[in-house]
């Protein structure tokens, strides 16, 4: 078992930058293979980035390449989001996510465990 919490979220302005963060409890985080999804109002819960076990293999949305970066830190137990250039369509609610299959589960949309989201909205 793994408890995820977020934290970062808030309003930015377009064109901007927040940074998430997310804290693993419970079993060390380098077990699980971790990312990050968003749910939009009125939209289902899409996939963001995910990062292996040890970071060396990342997986993004089209739509943040090169805008949004993931990143972690076993020794603190933590993966982070930097999140550059945003616009109005990053609005949403951000959930971090562990498996303890692979990134590419969490690419293809699954994960066994949530965190309790975090809210970001960007203005025009």
């Known amino acids: 078992q793994v408890h995820l919490v977020e934290s970062g979220g808030g309003l930015v302005q377009a064109g901007g930058s927040l940074r998430l963060s997310c804290a693993a409890s419970?079993?060390?985080?380098?077990?699980?293979?971790m990312g990050w999804f968003r749910q939009a109002p009125g939209k289902e819960r899409e996939f963001v980035a995910a990062i292996s076990r040890n970071g060396g293999i990342t997986y993004y949305l089209d739509s943040v390449k090169g805008r949004f970066t993931i990143s972690r830190d076993n020794a603190k137990n933590t993966i982070d989001l930097q999140m550059n250039k945003m616009n109005p369509e990053d609005t949403g609610v951000y959930y971090c996510?562990?498996?303890?299959?692979?990134?590419?589960?969490?690419?293809?949309?699954?994960?066994?465990?949530w965190g309790q989201g975090t809210q970001v909205t960007v203005s025009l």
């Open positions: 419970g079993r060390t985080s380098s077990t699980y293979a």
């Open positions: 996510a562990a498996t303890t299959s692979t990134a590419l589960y969490l690419r293809q949309g699954a994960s066994d465990y």
